[in-house]
């Protein structure tokens, strides 16, 4: 299984002149395959997202737009990462659990996956992804 170590940040190159500034994402950037996009907005300040952890999927989170903290978990330790740079992404291996809060307003958050949407590989409960880790 994965540690908190197997995380990481990456930077996404960027082109900036006097029109304004460009990021481009390309295959040797990203650990992986993508297979699927998709993006969270408007989402409410005391809300959070994720809350599970991935089987299959690897992730890497983008702060497109605003800010938000990312708490990785491994099951024997935790950290808190905030993200606000649309050059930065957090790779997220599989079985690394993630929530995602403290949304600022007009937040966009991007996510990168590994893998398309299956509901089977999901680990949706702390405790069901804890007896993974130590099944």
């Known amino acids: ?16 002149d006097e029109r304004g500034s460009l990021a481009v994402i390309e295959k040797d950037i990203v650990p992986f395959e993508i297979k699927r996009v998709y993006y969270l907005y408007d989402v ?4 959070y997202r994720g809350g599970h952890a991935h089987k299959e999927q690897e992730s890497v989170i983008i702060a497109l737009s605003g800010s938000f903290e990312v708490i990785i978990d491994d099951g024997s330790e935790s950290k808190r990462i905030m993200l606000n740079k649309p050059t930065q992404g957090l790779y997220i ?9 403290n949304f600022s307003s007009g937040a966009v958050c991007l ?7 299956n509901e089977a590989e999901y680990l949706r409960e702390y405790e069901d992804f804890k007896n993974q880790l130590s099944g």
């Open 1 to 16: 299984m994965n540690s908190l170590s197997s995380t990481r940040l990456i930077n996404i190159p960027k082109v900036h």
């Open 44 to 47: 409410p300040s005391d809300s």
């Open 93 to 101: 291996p599989t079985f690394i659990w993630r929530e995602i809060e």
């Open 111 to 117: 996510v990168l996956a590994s893998t398309t949407y």
